[in-house]
């Protein structure tokens, strides 16, 4: 690649080269470096277009211009070029500073200096010791009950709170919004809004209108319950859930529509979206910018309908924080690691996202034309210009109702694989972000909030990525299938004991085999009959068989099982084995206690297999009165717990 191209990139973060899945260095083509270069509003069609942006990004530098937004940690200084003001958060003025203070307190503060106005962050140095705790995972949607309609939903979570055997945490789903349209996609991964929840896990007896409305206007909306199914239809929820809030909405009252103005776009987008349709790029054209006239002037009793959603959603996630307020963390969400390109935040943050990049991962042993999640991602130059406000605000928002955070794909906050417009998963490249900015600003929001950080560092992650989890108390992820060692011929499994501290241990994940399928192949026997199979199906059963044959080996070593154990006490030796780890998490997941073959999702599928849309085997009634509940909670349990 030309020299002045690969400085061009460097300059601005784009990887010309990364290490595959085999650490072995992989080049860049150069069409893709452009092609981020461009989305990044740099041109490098042409050798003298690149020799131009070197030149400013060259003058840039000599000016020596601070960036638009400086982190620091609390306790460290930072010298200033010239003398500066520092405004507090609380508005208290510090002026004729040659550096930044180490006493300063948390928080977002403004800096003055050289005639630059600059978001100054101080950061903590890391959280505060995570508990040792135990808990549940949980698919939310998985879960049914007589009073849910055809998806598990908040009253669904409060009444298992009240069976779970006293945890201390419960992992969830992303409970992210959608965009209020039909048809309803089933993914949490592909959200319209990491910034507000998702109405389809409302409780719709659970609210005031409902309890007001009178007998008859009860029947009416009890009719609209959907009839149960075996696959949840989300678009059919909608429509019922939808259609009775509608009839309740009358019961409202008075919504407040100038105390939260971020909720207000929010809303706005999606009364927008009800008239012109979910891709807010397809709207007319005076409507696809949140600032424009069009939208300031447009007004609709829909705008207050669905601050009043988003109203009912706080309220009942505050009442399961209330049913949670025993435990020593609570609530964990789950923090997609992108939204739809086409949905509210791509509307509302447009100036902060990369315009028709979508983000993904490279080729790997498992995916090896490369992924593409069709998912949006941060300009990193953007947000530093903006002082990172779109990022602290979607945080601030996640953590008021949550004791912790699970971030996936927790590498993006180092970089993440962008795939220009046009070209195949496999032709992206990493772009860079400020890991002391996302990271920190994360530490920041996460000790206001008094709450956890777990980041999923699952797959090829480099290894400052683990070692900074650590060193900021923030857990990293071992999940039992993969917690193993790779320099080892066989692949064997690491024993408890060196299992990691700072953890968050599982036997597997939603997009893995569950327990039970494990022990039976289950996920071979599925990707065969899809055609998702890498190799010989008479290669995978091997590997399969070699896989369950060195697990039984660990258990067997680990004086858990014996030869005649069962595949049932298989799995109660699985958590056995995990609450003797030293890990501060130790979670159990309702899929694999209750013996459930399928996994929540099978990745590299779409419409090929029902991803996301299976509910549990067993109603929450029944497993009320499961006894494998009690006993893995008991086994759990065990390991005892702290604040």
């Not at 928080?107 to 040792?132: D, F, M, N, S, Y």
């Not at 990369?354 to 991602?377: E, M, T």
Request: charge should be negative; charged fraction near 20%.
């Amino acid at each position: 690649m030309d020299a002045d191209l690969v400085a061009l990139a460097e300059a601005h973060g784009v990887a010309t080269w990364y290490e595959d899945w085999h650490r072995e260095r992989k080049d860049v083509s150069a069409e893709s470096v452009v092609g981020v270069l461009g989305l990044l509003g740099v041109d490098a069609a042409t050798p003298a277009a690149i020799a131009s942006a070197l030149t400013a990004v060259r003058e840039r530098d000599d000016l020596g211009r601070l960036p638009g937004t400086i982190v620091v940690r609390q306790g460290r200084r930072r010298k200033l070029p010239g003398t500066a003001t520092v405004t507090l958060e609380d508005g208290h003025v510090l002026p004729g500073l040659s550096e930044v203070p180490a006493d300063l307190p948390l928080g977002w503060h403004r800096l003055e200096v050289g005639g630059q106005e600059i978001t100054l962050i101080v950061v903590p140095a890391k959280l505060p010791e995570p508990p040792q705790t135990w808990g549940w995972m949980l698919q939310l949607y998985a879960l049914h009950s007589a009073e849910s309609w055809g998806i598990g939903d908040l009253g669904d979570l409060r009444t298992f709170i009240s069976q779970a055997g006293s945890p201390g945490l419960i992992l969830l789903n992303p409970l992210h919004a959608i965009t209020p349209t039909l048809p309803v996609p089933p993914s949490p991964y592909a959200p319209s809004s990491r910034r507000f929840a998702n109405p389809l896990y409302l409780r719709i007896s659970d609210t005031a209108e409902y309890r007001r409305a009178d007998p008859p206007l009860r029947a009416k909306v009890d009719a609209l319950k959907p009839a149960a199914a075996n696959l949840i239809d989300y678009t059919a929820v909608w429509q019922a859930k939808r259609a009775a809030l509608e009839l309740l909405w009358p019961l409202a009252g008075e919504v407040d529509l100038t105390a939260d103005p971020g909720l207000l776009d929010f809303a706005r987008f999606c009364a927008l979206a009800e008239l012109y349709g979910a891709n807010w790029q397809e709207w007319p054209a005076e409507f696809r910018r949140p600032d424009s006239p069009a939208v300031q002037a447009f007004h609709s009793d829909r705008i207050a309908f669905h601050v009043w959603l988003q109203r009912l959603l706080k309220e009942q996630l505050h009442a399961v924080q209330e049913a949670a307020g025993d435990m020593p963390v609570g609530i964990v969400l789950d923090l997609a690691v992108g939204t739809d390109p086409s949905g509210a935040d791509g509307w509302l943050l447009q100036d902060v996202l990369a315009k028709g990049v979508h983000i993904g991962a490279p080729p790997d042993a498992f995916n090896q034309l490369g992924q593409d999640w069709g998912a949006a991602a941060w300009r990193p130059d953007r947000l530093i210009e903006t002082g990172y406000a779109a990022y602290r605000d979607m945080l601030r928002r996640i953590f008021a109702s949550a004791g912790g955070l699970r971030v996936d794909h927790v590498a993006g906050l180092w970089r993440l694989w962008w795939v220009p417009p046009g070209m195949g998963a496999a032709d992206g490249t990493y772009v860079h972000y400020d890991p002391e900015a996302m990271l920190g600003i994360l530490a920041l929001e996460a000790t206001r909030a008094g709450a956890v950080v777990i980041g999923e560092d699952l797959g090829t992650v480099e290894k400052a990525v683990t070692a900074e989890l650590e060193r900021m108390n923030m857990l990293g992820s071992a999940v039992l299938w993969f917690t193993r060692d790779w320099d080892d011929p066989d692949d064997a499994f690491f024993p408890a004991a060196k299992y990691p501290r700072n953890a968050l241990a599982s036997i597997s994940t939603h997009d893995l085999p569950t327990a039970a399928g494990f022990l039976v192949g289950e996920q071979v026997k599925v990707r065969a009959e899809l055609g998702q199979l890498a190799g010989p199906i008479e290669q995978e059963r091997a590997a399969a068989e070699k896989d369950r044959a060195q697990l039984k080996k660990l258990l067997t070593a680990e004086g858990l099982i014996t030869q005649a154990s069962t595949d049932d006490e298989v799995v109660v030796a699985m958590h056995e084995f995990l609450a003797r780890t030293p890990c501060r998490f130790v979670t159990a997941s309702l899929y694999d206690v209750l013996g459930e073959l399928d996994q929540p999702n099978l990745p590299g599928t779409v419409d090929e297999y029902p991803n996301w849309r299976m509910r549990l085997g067993l109603s929450l009634e029944q497993i009320a009165g499961d006894p494998r509940i009690g006993r893995i909670a008991g086994i759990l349990g065990k390991r005892g717990r702290t604040r």
